[in-house]
């Protein structure tokens, strides 16, 4: 491997990669030297410059382990406004491997808010727009991100809301839930259907992507091809940090 430019900044970047290996517990000095492989002073004033800006903190037990500032790196990279710009190319090339149009889409509130759109080639029958509001309760974007959330049966009434019937949207998220791609047909237009995986991150839910298509196009053979794609392209082309959830199906 060739050597960092700059052997200071190198030596603090491996001791952050360490120090995330060891999770929360974090790991005491002696073990983090040699893990990185520096003298034990010489990490010492490394993880000393990593504290001063909150990126390593220590432990009652002495044990150092990641800071708040690291943590908040990686929120920030993946917030909401950022998710746009990281999922684009991934959108495209599902796109351009099932030729039909791809939504990201993020919860608000009860209704999911749609941040892009990828169109195909060939022409759709189906309006679409960034920014457009539906009800998650009926929406494959929405079901896919409730499916991975925790909910009683109070907040399942609230989201079902006017929308669908509560015991109908029970049992399309345990569907959900059981196949890792939740789905919709014809519920928000006639002759339009929709499946859609969660995206998350930490194991919570942060956004999902979507297929939409005519609804002879997400029936049969053609909507496992479809779901194929969703399970097995979509997640190598993810930005680090992010995941679909694992299927039991």
């Given at each position: 491997?060739e ?6 900044v190198?030596?603090?970047l491996?001791?952050?990669d ?32 990593l ?7 220590q432990?009652s037990d ?6 708040p500032s690291a ?5 920030s990279?993946?917030?909401e ?14 796109s351009?491997?099932?030729?039909e ?11 999911v ?7 195909p ?21 929405g ?9 009683d049966?109070?907040?399942?009434e ?32 006639r002759?339009?259907?929709c ?10 839910g942060?956004?999902?992507v ?5 609804v ?27 995941s ?6």
């Amino acid at each position: 491997m060739e050597a960092s430019p700059l052997g200071s900044v190198d030596k603090a970047l491996l001791a952050l990669d360490t120090l995330a290996g060891f999770g929360a517990a974090g790991a005491p000095l002696a073990t983090l030297a040699q893990a990185v492989g520096v003298s034990k002073p010489t990490l010492h004033r490394t993880l000393a410059a990593l504290r001063h800006r909150g990126y390593a903190e220590q432990t009652s037990d002495g044990a150092y382990r990641l800071g708040p500032s690291a943590l908040a790196l990686g929120s920030s990279y993946l917030a909401e406004e950022n998710l746009p710009a990281l999922l684009h190319p991934a959108l495209t090339a599902l796109s351009e491997a099932v030729d039909e149009l791809v939504h990201l889409g993020v919860l608000a509130g009860r209704e999911v808010v749609y941040l892009d759109k990828v169109e195909p080639q060939r022409a759709v029958r189906v309006w679409s727009a960034v920014g457009r509001r539906r009800a998650a309760a009926t929406t494959a974007l929405g079901r896919a991100l409730l499916s991975v959330q925790e909910l009683d049966d109070g907040a399942l009434e609230r989201f079902a809301g006017g929308n669908t019937p509560a015991e109908h949207l029970r049992d399309v998220l345990a569907d959900a839930r059981r196949t890792g791609v939740a789905g919709e047909t014809e519920e928000n237009e006639r002759g339009i259907a929709c499946i859609a995986v969660p995206l998350l991150r930490a194991g919570r839910g942060v956004a999902a992507v979507s297929i939409t298509a005519p609804v002879e196009r997400l029936r049969g053979a053609a909507r496992t091809e479809r779901v194929d794609a969703l399970r097995e392209l979509l997640p190598p082309l993810l930005p680090a940090g992010l995941s679909v959830p694992p299927t039991s199906a």
